[in-house]
């Protein structure tokens, strides 16, 4: 995930990079040729002097033609401002680094590339918003130089109204263009970290308007903030993409490395807007296991179609309410609680046979090798009517939901389907995840309860109309 945001960065940037050097090209010039034609009144230009090579010769002579005729000096305060704002454009440090990285970084690759600087952060969220600060000041000095110039060159400006406004000029004032030719800032942080002893400076970040860029790679089995000495089930997950909706105005990106299009698409919206943006990224991390289950893209995959880490990007540039904002139609199967899918399979007596099964969260947690304790074989051959699948048990309620023993399907040594009785731990689990998924659906508009009720509502009526009608008819 770490490489292909880099390669949208670069993809993006470097044609922004290009763009400003022109920018600061081209004003350099037009003062340059403002003092040219100063010194040329004043006689401070040595005679036979020549400014081709380095002046727009075309520009020098609009600006003659524009001035009025008469030799009025120019007042030595505009001089110095323009000296001054000359000197910035000349000074300006055009460095190769496009983004920075904060953080712990294994990759060595990263930091061997001329365009990426890797910076280690106990507190990345923190450091990241210093970084950037460091980075807009930079830039604010040659963003004011810019502004000055093409003031100058219109001459437009305003010692009154525009003295006191580049006395305070700072990032806050930058369009959206020089905000996105500020160096990329991107916190790397654990998902632990941002639930526990990093969470205060991650929700300063999140609200404090900078663009950052924060980056978490999310175990979808576990409880980030889950107390030491406690399981990962012993308490409602904290759901790291819903505090980050919390924040209103940053983008959050719960993405998956098992479908880089959706990826991608919380990439470009994030580097598209300039906002503190959150990406949590599962890549199909397994329990530590002498070798994994399966291979991280499958497991990934099946932490998305099990509600475990569903799919959401919320864009705040999109409007101001959630069905414009959210986007949700990278999940399978949205509009149901689980993805249900057919079975084929071959029967004691050889026969091919199908069923149709949920894929629940305790399905997903079957591929966690140390989650497995959760899990207990219904002996062959043994039926009852309390024992139905987890979805089911899901769906009851009361009483009858207190009888009923919830299950997996699985495959056994042999190669033949075996139930797994689910412990009750994992079941309130999957009850917490269904929850959640819920109340994303909600949010993206999916089976939205009001709205539901007011269709009833008007469908009753129309009953109700119709019925009335009906007695009419018959009297």
Partial sequence: PLHLLVHAIRHRDRRERKALQARIDEKRRALEALLQVEK?????????????????????????????????????????????????L??????????????????????????????????????????????????????AALRIAKLEKDGNYNPAVHDSWFADFDWQAFSDQELRSVTRVIALVSADHLAGDGLPSFSRLLGSRRPVHVISWVRAYDNPAVAPGEGPFDAYRFELAYFGVGHRHAVVAQTSAARHEDMLAGFDCALGNNRTSLHLINRGTQTRAEQPILDPWFVASAALESRAHPFLLVNPEAGDRAAQRVRFDGN????????VETL???????????????????????????????????????????????????????????????????????GDLVRLVVSRALVFACRDRLNYWHTLQELAGVHNFYVEAAVERVLEDARAAAEAEREELLK
């Fill in 344 to 414: 084929q399979y071959e029967g004691p007596d050889g026969e091919r046979k199908e069923m149709s099964l949920a894929f629940t969260f305790a399905d997903y947690a079957l591929l966690m090798p140390a989650l497995h304790e959760h899990f207990r074989r219904v002996p062959a051959g043994y039926e009852a009517d309390e024992l139905v699948t987890v979805d089911a048990c899901l769906e009851a309620d009361g009483e009858t939901a207190e009888r009923l023993v919830p299950f997996v399907w699985a495959i056994g040594e042999n």
């Fill in 40 to 88: 040329a009144k004043s006689g401070e230009a040595p005679a036979g002097e020549t400014t081709a090579q380095h002046l727009d010769t075309n520009l020098l002579s609009s600006m003659l033609e524009k001035r009025s005729h008469g030799s009025v000096t120019m007042a030595p305060e505009r001089r110095a401002r323009i000296e001054q704002a000359l000197d910035a």
């Fill in 332 to 339: 399978p199967q949205a509009d149901s609680d689980w993805p």
């Fill in 90 to 143: 000349h000074a300006w440090d055009v460095s190769p680094v496009l983004v920075r990285l904060i953080g712990k970084l294994a990759n060595p690759w990263f930091a061997g590339q001329d365009d990426i600087d890797v910076a280690a952060s106990d507190d990345p969220c923190a450091t990241a918003s210093e970084t950037f600060a460091e980075e807009a000041n930079r830039f604010a000095k040659l963003f």
